[in-house]
């Protein structure tokens, strides 16, 4: 395992789940050439903005016919139009294609070893059974569909509408609201969808990365927690100040996303008004919106 920190010697995960002990089999290596040497199975968990430094030396060390899967949630927009992060990666990295694995999974749960699912998205059989076997275990439990852009853009949507979610819980709001939140969310989410990638499935949205994956990351996700922050005040007024005081180490997403979102939206025929959560959400989050807009935005 390669990472920007060295946790060998701790023997427990940094930052998110310090009671979790590894296993021995995972070994930290400071240097990425060295964790890439000869890999036949490469899994990508980091910020994308780093994945243009750091392919080159991955394809350079790898297997020819590594397989590749990203548990990266976000999306880039490039020719007015959003681009597939597992996309980007399979340019970075000669056209390897790239499976995808989102899914209700709480990292500090999944830690613990309580049961969840997730879903992998994968265009080939062989590539399927792969991280099937590779991740499926009685508490974890994998279901893999074709669909890699419906659930890479489930895993990167969601996180927008969970700062919704936080919104209405930093204002104190009921479950009847934030229900509504998390309903006029997915419908969006799936709107999204269908305009810039006319192939994702619906059937997509049942699965654990689709309403799943949403209704835990609009109650219990560090997107959620963060909105709800925001509105408070209680560690700061930036986004910045408030990822520092709560995440420690880990990073925000849904903002990022939000803008990416809005990006696409207004690139071209501005289409923004036909998202009336996402486009208060970023309005909130970002251009003095008062709070309490949240729940005026209906579809």
């Keep these: ?50 994945l243009n430094r750091i392919c080159p030396q991955i394809v350079a060390n790898c297997s020819p016919n590594a397989h590749i899967i990203s548990l990266i949630k976000g999306i880039e927009f490039e020719n007015n139009a959003p681009k597939l992060i597992s996309s980007m990666i399979s340019q970075a990295m000669g056209g390897k294609p790239c499976s995808v694995l989102m899914g209700a999974n709480v990292a500090n749960e999944v830690a613990k070893d309580e049961f969840c699912e997730a879903t992998v998205g994968c265009l080939d059989v062989h590539g399927a059974n792969l991280w099937h076997k590779c991740f499926d275990r009685p508490t974890f439990k994998i279901n893999v569909v074709s669909d890699v852009p419906g659930v890479e853009l489930c895993g990167a949507l969601k996180n927008v509408v969970a700062l919704g979610a936080g919104f209405c819980d930093g204002l104190k709001l009921g479950g009847n609201t934030k229900a509504a939140i998390v309903r006029i969310g997915l419908m969006e989410m799936k709107k999204f969808c269908a305009l810039y990638f006319p192939s994702v499935e619906s059937d ?3 699965e654990s990365c689709g309403v799943a994956d ?11 927690k963060c909105a709800e922050a925001f509105v408070t005040g209680e560690h700061g007024k930036s986004w910045d100040e408030i990822e520092k005081a709560l995440l420690n180490g880990q990073k925000l997403q849904g903002t990022i996303t ?14 923004s008004d036909d998202f009336p959560l996402f486009t208060t959400i970023h309005n909130i989050a970002f251009e003095g919106m008062k709070v309490e807009q949240i729940v005026h935005c209906h579809a």
């Excluded at 940094?14 to 930290?28: G, I, R, S, Y």
């Excluded at 949403?214 to 959620?224: F, K, M």
């Design 1 to 50: 395992m390669f990472g920007r920190h060295c946790f060998d010697d701790l023997l427990v995960a940094p930052f998110f789940a310090q009671d979790a002990k590894l296993p021995e089999n995972v070994v930290a290596v400071p240097d990425l050439a060295t964790a890439a040497k000869d890999a036949t199975m490469l899994i990508f968990v980091l910020p994308h903005q780093f």
């Design 204 to 206: 997509t949205f049942f």
């Design 214 to 224: 949403l209704i835990t990351t609009c109650y219990g996700g560090r997107n959620r």
């Design 258 to 271: 939000a803008k990416d979102v809005m990006i696409c939206l207004k690139a071209g025929q501005d289409k």
